[in-house]
T-cell receptor, first 113, second 116 residues
Framework: DQQVKQNSPSLSVQEGRISILNCDYT??????FLWYKKYPAEGPTFLIS?????DKNEDGRFTVFLNKSAKHLSLHIVPSQPGDSAVYFCAASYRGSQGNLIFGKGTKLSVKP | GAVVSQHPSRVICKSGTSVKIECRSL??????MFWYRQFPKQSLMLMAT?????????EQGVEKDKFLINHASLTLSTLTVTSAHPEDSSFYIC????????????FGPGTRLLVL
């Protein structure tokens, strides 16, 4: 049973345009969500997070939106740059879970020059 | 962000030998560290949660006698793959969790293990 789903395995975007990466979850207990970026043969790099008391968090070119009623979150990257090409993982956790993260399967983003 | 290191980054060993992987939080103390495994084109699979000064908590299906975890200090956790076999070949990644209201896990760069 997949609690965190990233239904798009890949996404291709033109440089300068907006990249939108989506993530859905099923467990209503999740109250903290994170996005990680991962290059091949490297560990994930933390990008941005959002707690369930907010519906938006912004950091530079990265913005995460949370829609609790739809159990959906998205990561917006604007403007997209070729260096953003990587696999993006959505992760979720809740208090009482020892901080264990449940990861989606990832979306591979390709930003074309 | 916080820095987590892993050593070694790559290791090749013969079947039947044991391999130790170290995970260190360099600029913060971590009472909890996590060990993950990633298969090709798959997501990260949590293997175990390592708590400083106590026994690790293993996920279902992970053999605790095969994957020995020691969290001896607030900045160091080790994973030892005992009697390694080719099927243990994988990419092992650790993470360390910061404390505070919004806890975040920071990941190490990973260790590529190849068992011949």
């Amino acid at each position: 049973d997949q609690q965190v789903k990233q239904n798009s395995p890949s996404l291709s975007v033109q440089e300068g345009r907006i990249s939108i990466l989506n993530c859905d979850y099923t467990n209503s207990m999740f109250d903290y969500f994170l996005w990680y970026k991962k290059y091949p043969a490297e560990g994930p790099t933390f990008l941005i997070s959002i707690s369930s008391i907010k519906d938006k968090n912004e950091d530079g070119r990265f913005t995460v939106f949370l829609n609790k009623s739809a159990k959906h979150l998205s990561l917006h990257i604007v403007p997209s740059q070729p260096g953003d090409s990587a696999v993006y993982f959505c992760a979720a956790s809740y208090r009482g879970s020892q901080g264990n993260l449940i990861f989606g399967k990832g979306t591979k983003l390709s930003v074309k020059p | 962000g916080a820095v987590v290191s892993q050593h070694p980054s790559r290791v090749i060993c013969k079947s039947g030998t044991s391999v130790k992987i170290e995970c260190r939080s360099l600029d913060f103390q971590a009472t909890t560290m996590f060990w993950y495994r990633q298969f090709p084109k798959q997501s990260l699979m949590l293997m175990a949660t390592s708590n400083e000064g106590s026994k690790a908590t293993y996920e279902q299906g992970v053999e605790k006698d095969k994957f020995l975890i020691n969290h001896a200090s607030l900045t160091l956790s080790t994973l030892t793959v005992t009697s390694a076999h080719p099927e243990d070949s994988s990419f092992y990644i650790c993470s360390a969790r910061t404390s505070g209201r919004e806890e975040t896990q920071y990941f190490g760069p990973g260790t590529r293990l190849l068992v011949l």
